[in-house]
């Protein structure tokens, strides 16, 4: 069994800053991608920022300057570290993973969402 648990989601004020933490945990063999993505009220689910295991990155065009996406392969865990948010990041955020268990194919494992809410 494979869960992942986001923490560190809240209300912020807009220009201000917060960091999201994601830890998988279980029967872990391998994590290759980790990633976070949005969905807001009436809108799709979006991807804000993955980081492979080899430590590349990728950024909506909307995050690229404000948002880093790091992570600590040692202990499955991935942040978000959030700057400058705008009313706009306003969402439950994501946690995803690509992982491989003991035996089995590469799977992707969602976690339940933690919500970002940017208001004065």
């Known amino acids: 069994q494979v869960q992942l648990v986001e923490s560190g989601g809240g209300l912020v004020q807009p220009g201000g800053s917060l960091t999201l933490s994601c830890l998988a945990s279980?029967?872990?063999?391998?994590?290759?991608?980790m990633a976070w993505f949005r969905q807001a009220p009436g809108k799709q689910r979006e991807l804000v920022a993955a980081?492979?295991?080899?430590?590349?990155?990728d950024y909506a065009d909307s995050v690229k300057g404000r948002f880093t996406i790091s992570r600590d392969s040692s202990k499955n865990t991935v942040y978000l570290q959030m700057n400058s948010l705008k009313p706009e990041d306003t969402a439950v955020y994501y946690c995803?993973?690509?992982?491989?268990?003991?035996?089995?194919?590469?799977?992707?494992?969602w976690g339940q969402g933690t919500q970002v809410t940017v208001s004065s």
């Open positions: 980081i492979t295991i080899g430590i590349s990155t």
């Open positions: 279980g029967s872990i063999f391998s994590v290759n991608w």
């Open positions: 995803n993973a690509n992982i491989r268990q003991a035996t089995g194919p590469w799977q992707p494992y």
